[in-house]
């Protein structure tokens, strides 16, 4: 799991423009500078025994990525909405990813609505689901 | 807490027409002020997200006239102190600001019997650590 995470953190800040990155839980969060990223381990699916085909891989590596970016004053999203699209197509096509560390790699993102006790931010909830190999 | 109050009072003080800014416990040393004022005044300080060193800082900030029309010229400095305030990024080299907020305010003016003026009341609420 920390291989996983250690190299989603490697790609994003490669990647893109990111100010602040935080390991651990999202609800600790607090981005101190713009654009950040929380990457939460959500969920991990282990077993011993002899896997000798591609179905007996045990699913449910589970990965969150919270995106978060200062909203503008006129809160527009458009800019924000093609940097996720970005951020998920380097993230789906990452062979490192996609052969080192999982297969069968699924990504869910979730524009979540900020809340009124938070922040202007945009966030944006990147889920990596896959197996661990 | 002191730093934040510096660089709040600091961040008032641009708008050139405030004669004073004083806590309330210090309202009197404001008696016979020029035009306009403001006194700051600390709610609470409840920790932000759970975590260490952030908080979470409602303050009141009283504003004060005593031109001729002052119940107007009130609400013109409150008008004055959100523009100013709401959103704004107060980090400096003693503390950092993850959010500044406009909450609320009075848009009633009161009588200040103490200081023979108009007053009002705008709410903030600061988002910060100490650096």
Redesign the interface.
Known sequence: MIQSVNEIKTILNNNFTINHTFIGDY??????SYPAICIQPQAMNKALGNHLSFEDFNEGDSIAVWYVEEAP?DRDKSTFISKIDNISDTLMGNSRLNGEYNMGIEIVVEYTQRSTED??EFIAKITIEGRNV | MIKLLETLENKIATISVIDGIRPISKIEELKGFDRYAVTHEIVNDAVYKDRKNRYTTPIFLNTYSNVDNGEIAVLWLNKQIKELLDEVDLTNSDIQTYYVKIQTSTPQPEKNRLLDCWQSVVMVEVRWKEL
Do not use: A, K
Request: glycine share 0%; aromatic share 12%.
């Open positions: 609800q600790d969060f607090i981005s101190e004053v922040n202007i």
